[in-house]
Structure formats: structure tokens, C-alpha cells
């Protein structure tokens, strides 16, 4: 029940094109879900967060959509660059549950030119 | 504002041999978590420290502990060190200690285990 479940394990979107990076839990308990870029050598720094009173957040050219029934978000990158090129993590917390945060395994995102 | 650093960058021990990492956090943040990412089992919370008291610890065997200092540096200890516990180790801080803080995360040490 303290999983979270991240899909696909590896993406190659060309450049302009979408990235579309997807998570799913079970624990309704979870009511804070950010997303982390990670590149080689570095530690993790947010990108963007939703809580599931919101079913759409987006900053700049990314996008969190977040469906409360199916238990579900996602990540969308749209106008894929190189620079995207990382790996990208999704998680979730429960507020009282103190920082801890439950992550996905990860997606490594290749934004080919 | 500096970030969060972490030290050593890199360090390398061998079987049975215990650690220490350290953490300072950004200055006025009070929290300070640590993770250990590997390639098998991903980012996986360690414990969280907040004003000195550990506020939540995950499944990890008591070899792993920490603590944090009166101005919010954390150290973590690995005792009795096995092979798998060769890792990437992020320590993360925040200002507040209410699962919707921002984390910002170090570059992490690196752990090898011979």
C-alpha cells in the first residue's frame, strides 16, 4: 500500500515532441505528489507538486494531470529539449506522515534532437 | 543561499567497517531526511530529523542511525557495513516537517562497499 507504481521504465521522445511519464498508488492517505528531475551525478530537485484537490497544475512546459478516483497522475513535458534528457521521479507523501516521501522507480527520459 | 552539501563525495570502505556521512542543510531549515538510492530498489527513505528528535524512520536495520545537531547538521552511521549497502546517500532538508515541504536535496555521497 506504500507503493507507488511509475511507467514507462525508459522514454525516447524526439525533440518538440510530448513526454508523458505515469504513476498510480494505493494509499488514499497520500495527499501531496511532486515530481523530482534527477541528472547524472546531481541529487533530485523538484520540478512540480499537486495536491488531489487539484486535477491539473503546470509550469511552464510542465504539466502534472491527477485523476483522485483512478488514483492516478502523470507528468507531461510538452516542447521535449535535450536539456529535459534525466531521469524523472515521481512520489507521494502523507501530510502528517512528517517528509517522507514514497518514490517511483524512475523514468530515464531521452530527448533525441 | 548555499544548498545542501553533503560529505564526503565519495568514499570507500570494506566489508564490516562502519561510516559516517555528513549533512549540512540550507541555512533555517530544521528538517533533514536521508535516502538511499541504488539501482535495485530505487530512492528509499532512511529516517527524518527534525530540531535534533528523529521523527520518522523507514525499513532499514538498526545498523543505519543518525542523529542532528542544535544547528540542524545531520550525520548518518552505518555500522557493521555489508556489500549491498554500497548506495548513492541523499540527504534532503526542508524548512518545516509537514510531508508538503519542498525537499531540497545534496548531491549525495556515494558508498562503496568492498
Known amino acids: 500500500q506504500q507503493q507507488v507504481k511509475q511507467s514507462p521504465q525508459s522514454l525516447i521522445v524526439q525533440k518538440g515532441g510530448i513526454s508523458i511519464i505515469n504513476c498510480a498508488y494505493e494509499?488514499?492517505?497520500?495527499?501531496?505528489f511532486p515530481w523530482y528531475q534527477q541528472f547524472p551525478g546531481k541529487g533530485p530537485a523538484l520540478l512540480i507538486a499537486i495536491r488531489p484537490d487539484v486535477s491539473e497544475k503546470k509550469e511552464g512546459r510542465f504539466t502534472i494531470s491527477f485523476n483522485k478516483s483512478a488514483k492516478q497522475f502523470s507528468l507531461h513535458i510538452m516542447d521535449s529539449q535535450p536539456g529535459d534528457s534525466a531521469t524523472y521521479f515521481c512520489a507521494a507523501s502523507i501530510t502528517g506522515g512528517y517528509n517522507k516521501l514514497i518514490f517511483g522507480a524512475g523514468t530515464r527520459l531521452a530527448v533525441h534532437p | 543561499k548555499a544548498g545542501v552539501t553533503q560529505t564526503p563525495r565519495y568514499l570507500i570502505k570494506t566489508r564490516g567497517q562502519q561510516v559516517t556521512l555528513s549533512c549540512s542543510p540550507i541555512s533555517g531549515h530544521r528538517s533533514v531526511s536521508w535516502y538511499q538510492q541504488t539501482p535495485g530498489q530505487g530512492l528509499q527513505f532512511l529516517f527524518e530529523y527534525f530540531s535534533e528528535t528523529q521523527r520518522n524512520k523507514g525499513n532499514f536495520p538498526g545498523r543505519f542511525s543518525g542523529r542532528q545537531f542544535s544547528n540542524s547538521r545531520s550525520e548518518m552511521n552505518v555500522s557493521t557495513l555489508e556489500l549491498g549497502d554500497s548506495a548513492l546517500y541523499l540527504c534532503?532538508?526542508?524548512?518545516?516537517?509537514?510531508?508538503?515541504?519542498?525537499?531540497?536535496f545534496g548531491p549525495g555521497t556515494r558508498l562503496t562497499v568492498l
Open positions: 494509499n488514499t492517505a497520500f495527499d501531496y
Open positions: 534532503a532538508s526542508s524548512l518545516g516537517s509537514g510531508g508538503r515541504n519542498e525537499q531540497f
